[in-house]
């Protein structure tokens, strides 16, 4: 595990602890499975990541535990273009897409460009933000060129 990982893990587990839940075995093990993975993951491929780390964690403890990380603001489910909704990993509070209409590939980057609209937001509503979820649709590089070569 990087660490990366370990310390987004680390952060995970205080946040539960504070919340009052322990860091169970099926906790730490969906946690793994959405921070390791690449990808954004439905509920049904965690509960088959988990299953083939430990096949004794049962589906709804997977379920019970995607449902407490959505509750707590440490994952987001996303619709991008599925039927299922796809978990993203939230446990620093954001999280960027950049997606492909075309391809539907999707890229993450880091940079946070919305602290002014964060703090105006906060301002103007009185609303207190704990965390977003920016997606911006379009076409990738690739999927332009694609376009181009056929014009």
């Known amino acids: ?3 990366e990982i370990d310390s987004q893990q680390n952060e995970l587990a205080q946040i539960l602890h504070q919340a009052g839940y322990k860091y169970t075995t ?3 093990l969906v946690a793994e499975v959405l921070l390791e993975s690449h990808t954004h993951l439905s509920a049904p ?3 088959d990541l988990v299953a083939a780390r430990d096949s004794s964690i049962g589906r709804m403890s997977v379920y019970r535990t995607l449902d407490l990380f959505t ?3 440490l994952i987001h489910p996303a619709f991008q ?3 299922n909704a796809r978990y993203v ?3 620093g509070g954001h999280h960027h897409h950049l997606i492909c209409q075309k391809c539907g590939k999707v890229m993450h980057f880091d940079e ?3 602290r ?3 703090n105006y937001l906060e301002t103007h509503f009185g609303f207190a933000i704990e965390g977003h979820l920016l997606e911006f649709f379009g076409l990738c590089a690739d999927c332009r060129n694609k376009e181009a070569a056929l014009a």
């Open 71 to 73: 509750r707590l603001g």
């Open 89 to 91: 990993v939230m446990v």
């Open 1 to 3: 595990m990087s660490q």
């Open 26 to 28: 099926p906790r730490r």
């Open 112 to 114: 946070c460009p919305l």
């Open 116 to 118: 002014d609209l964060t």
């Open 81 to 83: 273009g599925g039927v």
């Open 45 to 47: 491929e965690v509960v």
